[in-house]
């Protein structure tokens, strides 16, 4: 009221208001303005870095992970894909090994000896050696050279080739050296490569093994195959042996 009655009413009244409302406006933006507005920016500073760095952390993560689920997207086709087609063969061999053997005992059951029998016995047993399947190539091999050659000979290369396949998985699956040589003599057999594998294990001569095993077709080489390992350890303990005698230009 003292405000009033010394400002004299009027104009000088609204200007005198007019005066406090910008002394107060900018008292309040010079003082207590700053005083609100400076703490606040102060408190807001580090809160507004760590939102940046939490939505900088939150994005890398998300990237990393969609990265990491596209790599594992892409990779999960291509496992699922080998794992099908290793199934598949291994479908498609026991189909056809238990085919081979209804082939075989529809065979014997009818009582047929021909040309076709032959043939049938003859893809057989080169078929299920390549699988080094044993269970089927086995028997096969002994009715063909025991109970059908006598009756309906086999040529000469065929009995010899067949003769050969005898020799090396006596020798090389069933570890039988002296049934194999008697077979040989049996059969009065001849053939380098047959002859130096069963020398080789004669005489535990894995350089010589190893040398015809370079030198075979792949029949002879399946059946080698059963003594691959033997060869391997007994080389190994020849190397550990002589490593230490040996000299080093030798070595």
Known sequence: MGFCADSGGGSELERQFASLSLQAGGGMGTGT??????????QETPTTAMTTATTAAATTTTMTM??????TAAAA???????SNAQSTEKTLSTLILAMRKLREGIIASNRLDDFSTRAYIFCIRATILMKHKESY??????????????????PTEKHEFVGYLLLDL????????????????????????????????HDNYVLFWKVRGEVDGYQGGLMAFAEEEMRVLALKCLSRSYLCAERAFV
Request: proline share 8%; net charge positive.
């Open 33 to 42: 303005g700053e005083e609100a507005v400076t703490p606040a920016s102060k």
């Open 66 to 71: 969609t990265t990491a689920a596209a790599s």
């Open 171 to 202: 020798a090389c699956r069933q570890n039988d050296l002296a049934q194999a040589f008697a077979a040989r003599n049996q059969h009065r057999y001849s053939d380098r490569r047959v002859d130096s594998v069963l020398r080789a294990l004669a």
């Open 138 to 155: 086995h028997p096969a091999l002994l009715h063909l050279l025991r109970i059908m050659d006598p009756r309906l000979p086999l040529p």
């Open 77 to 83: 086709p291509v496992a699922v894909l080998a794992n």
